[in-house]
């Protein structure tokens, strides 16, 4: 591909990328604005239900939240402030943490939620993919049907019941691993061995329920997709010409199958703030998930919005660095 | 019609087996109709009963009949994912028509609306509106708020369809006939992409009813309507499964269990109908 078409392809991309994060900011000020409750005072009640605070503290919060709901002067500059503060990162201090900032809090969690829903998301796409088109291209291997058949059942059970499944087995029944937590609660935040070990070991669970639920619809995907390659001319031909079986696996059906899976995996990285909500809540995984639901349960406004932001901006990040980077790695793909 | 529903019984296994869970739950949904007792009312019978023959289901630690709740959060659970599907279907039509066969800037406006609604992460932003809503969140709002988030990935799949339509031959002449844009689209063009809407169909409510169940669990829908998510949410907060009360967890698991798995089958099974070649291959090995 030139050089000039990639950067026209870029550019509309970026374009994407910033209409993407601005649909997504105004639907939360819209969702924000069509409530027909006073958030400020239900936020401030909320907190001061509790226990005692100060007042100087309460008024402080009160402002802070009027600003950052956008309830203070005319509409045009409510929807400025909000915007300012948004582009500033700044979400006020957390009411459930107070004074905490939530962006502190936010970025305190990020990494533990990208961390481990990268890693299993990209562990369940290549497992199923491989799997998959072995499976779409070898049709008699038993293995791979029986495969089939239990990702067909897998691949619909909601994850929330996956996970306690494996909560119940690895943690009462056969008591081997953690089942709450990021990592143990006495050891120092560094990057010591003990520590990394803890973090590795406190994530196989979510880990392990996030990815048996994913190998099975890359499988399911990737097994349709190689048998209809598999029935292609050039691949009949290929076999009557003599071309070994595993070249013509690897780089004339794979290859051609692979186009529409890549575009999946951006997409379900996209997903994952979807993902995380659930799987932190029921392993009380210290990520962005987690943080979401007490927000929400302790009625912190400027979290919850913190959060959300951070969520579309991430995606979108996401979804924007993988559409980059195909093309680059991978010719065929039509640049539109 | 009934020829094809005759076909799909006969050559396809997947939709059978997928027909018959997906009535089983319909059946046991129609019943709530004849339920003994209004399915808010709580200990009307004595609670924490194992499953016998008077309660098939056992008792929940709220004195309500395991069955009877099933069947009403097996109908508000179903009518919910079919409100969405129905709405965002309609709304995945009409986008993925006009902008597949307008093609131009107004395919261009609505696709890149639809691959920001693609990408948007709706679990935050519906937390979001059950946080500013709380109490006024009825399932209903609920319904419609995910119809209009959950239209944008089959609306790309129905325009790619349409764009294939636009340049056969009987689109022109339609259009040189005097048909307007609308007639073209509803008249000629919507017979074509319907066993597409229909197998999409099942996906979609799969898709609600799992982000129900999810916000449900986690307290975050109207759970004084019965609902599967909310039975779950409920038998939570009672510790149903320290307190060895494992049917009320374990009947509304295996009811939505059947609802994705039949839901999926019959899914997958009408997208084989639809392509002509493994439908060939499937009636060739059922001979």
């Keep these: 591909m030139g050089k000039r078409r990639y950067l026209a392809y870029a550019i509309r991309r970026l374009a994407q990328f910033a209409l993407v994060v601005f649909i997504g900011v105004n639907l939360a000020y819209v969702i924000t604005h069509a409530t027909p409750i006073d958030p400020v005072e239900q936020s401030i009640s909320a907190v001061t239900y509790y226990g005692n605070t100060a007042p100087a503290a309460i008024e402080q919060m009160r402002s802070s939240l009027r600003e950052l709901y956008g309830l203070s002067g005319s509409p045009v500059e409510q929807y400025l402030v909000f915007w300012k503060r948004i582009l500033r990162a700044d979400f006020g201090p957390s009411l459930s943490a107070f004074p905490t900032p939530v962006s502190t809090l936010v970025t305190r969690a990020l990494p533990w939620t990208v961390g481990l829903l990268t890693v299993s998301t990209i562990v369940a796409w290549g497992l199923g993919t491989l799997l998959g088109g072995l499976a779409g291209y070898d049709r008699t291997n038993r293995g791979l049907k029986l495969m089939g058949v239990v990702a067909m059942g897998l691949h619909p059970i909601p994850y929330y019941i996956l996970a306690l499944l494996l909560l119940i087995v690895f943690g009462f029944l056969w008591p081997v691993l953690p089942i709450s937590g990021g990592s143990a609660m006495n050891l120092p935040q560094t990057l010591s061995v003990d520590f990394v070990l803890s973090v590795l070991l406190h994530a196989i669970l979510p880990a392990l329920s996030l990815i048996l639920i994913g190998v099975g619809s890359w499988f399911l995907g990737m097994r349709a997709l190689v048998s209809n390659v598999v029935t292609e001319d050039y691949v009949v031909y290929a076999e009557l010409a003599g071309v070994q079986p595993w070249r013509i696996l690897s780089s004339y059906v794979m290859r051609n199958a692979l186009v529409p899976q890549v575009t999946g995996l951006a997409i379900s990285l996209g997903g994952i703030f979807n993902g995380a909500v659930i799987t932190e809540k029921v392993f009380g995984y210290p990520g962005l998930g987690s943080l979401l639901v007490d927000a929400v349960y302790a009625g912190d406004y400027g979290l919850v919005l913190g959060v959300t932001t951070v969520s579309i901006l991430g995606v979108s990040v996401a979804v924007l660095a993988i559409d980059l980077l195909y093309p680059l790695l991978d010719p065929r793909v039509k640049v539109r | ?287």
């Design chain 2, 1 to 287: 019609m009934t020829a094809i529903l005759r076909d799909l019984l006969r050559h396809n296994a997947e939709f059978r087996i997928g027909a018959v869970l997906v009535g089983a739950v319909l059946l046991l949904s129609v019943l709530a109709s004849f339920s003994p007792y209004p399915p808010q009312d709580v200990y009307v019978v004595p609670p924490d009963l194992p499953p016998s023959p008077s309660h098939w289901f056992g008792t929940t630690s709220r004195g309500q009949d395991v069955f009877w709740q099933l069947s009403f959060a097996l109908r508000n659970t179903l009518l919910f994912g079919c409100t969405v599907a129905l709405i965002s279907r309609l709304l995945a039509l009409a986008i993925g028509l006009l902008s597949g066969y307008s093609g131009g800037w107004i395919d261009r406006a609505l696709m890149s609306v639809n691959d920001t609604f693609i990408v948007i992460p709706l679990l935050p932003l519906l937390v979001l509106f059950y946080f500013v809503m709380r109490d006024r969140m009825s399932w209903l709002m609920l319904a419609l708020i995910m119809a209009c988030l959950g239209w944008a990935y089959d609306a790309r799949l129905i325009r790619s369809v349409a764009m294939s339509l636009k340049s056969r031959e009987f689109t022109e002449t339609s259009l040189f006939s005097g048909m307007t844009t609308r007639e073209i689209l509803v008249q000629e063009h919507l017979p074509y992409v319907l066993p597409i809407v229909f197998s999409t169909t099942m996906n979609n409510m799969v898709w609600s009813i799992g982000l129900e169940v999810t916000l449900a669990v986690l307290g975050f829908t109207d759970i004084n309507t019965p609902t599967i998510g909310g039975m779950i949410y409920w038998a939570n907060q009672h510790t149903a499964m320290v307190a060895g009360v494992w049917w009320w967890i374990a009947f509304p698991t295996i009811a939505v269990i059947m609802i994705f798995i039949g839901l999926f089958l019959l899914a997958v099974s009408m997208n084989d109908y639809i392509d002509p070649r493994s439908r060939l291959r499937s009636v060739g090995r059922a001979s």
